[in-house]
């Protein structure tokens, strides 16, 4: 995403910008050995620093207004900062937090916002290089998207707010909207080089 932003051409200044929200990033991550409140807090602030950095800068706020895989792709990696900052915002708030709810919603928010988004804004591309297989592209790819989304709004809002139920609930509709990605793309995937009659 670094190299993709040369083409937006940030300034000098925004640039070091970066380089020093990865830098706070990375120093926490450190200093969580040591004081692990302090840590996560410093590191918070770094990852905030770093998904603000990458929403104004990356290329997919230019992408995003094309059409097609293109834009959802754009669509995957712009969900997917947000959810960074979310899991900032809840590590400011409760650094000090080891186990239990509002320590799952920090975690999901990388692990599940951000990571699956990337993956699956990624896969239409990643997938069909490596097993060779066409995936083309089809609106009903937003469907897992959206439902991956709205599923760990509920977990986290729920367990931000002493709601257990949504936990499972969320959970349990996280991995259906994994599972639903894969699901819509494999049967619509076609070996590369096989003709109509196979």
Not at 83 to 91: A, P, R, T
Not at 140 to 150: D, E, G, N, Q, R
Request: contains cysteine.
């Amino acid at each position: 995403r670094l190299e993709l932003s040369r083409l937006v051409q940030p300034s000098r200044v925004a640039q070091w910008v970066n380089y020093a929200a990865i830098g706070i990033y990375i120093s926490g991550l450190v200093l969580m050995l040591f004081q692990y409140g302090s840590g996560i807090r410093l590191a918070s602030i770094g990852l905030i620093g770093m998904a603000v950095w990458l929403l104004r800068f990356d290329i997919a706020r230019r992408t995003v207004k094309q059409s097609g895989l293109t834009r959802f792709i754009a669509v995957c990696l712009l969900s997917g900062y947000v959810w960074l900052i979310v899991s900032g915002v809840i590590g400011l708030a409760y650094a000090g937090v080891t186990a239990g709810p509002i320590y799952d919603s920090m975690l999901h928010a990388i692990f599940l916002g951000f990571v699956f988004a990337m993956v699956f804004g990624h896969a239409p591309i990643i997938f069909p290089a490596v097993l060779g297989f066409d995936i083309p592209y089809r609106p009903s790819f937003y469907i897992p998207l959206v439902l991956l989304h709205l599923s760990l709004m509920l977990r986290t809002g729920g367990e931000m707010a002493g709601f257990g139920w949504t936990r499972l609930w969320g959970g349990l509709i996280n991995v259906l909207a994994v599972i639903l990605n894969f699901g819509i793309a494999a049967p619509i995937g076609k070996k590369r080089g096989q003709t109509p009659n196979g």
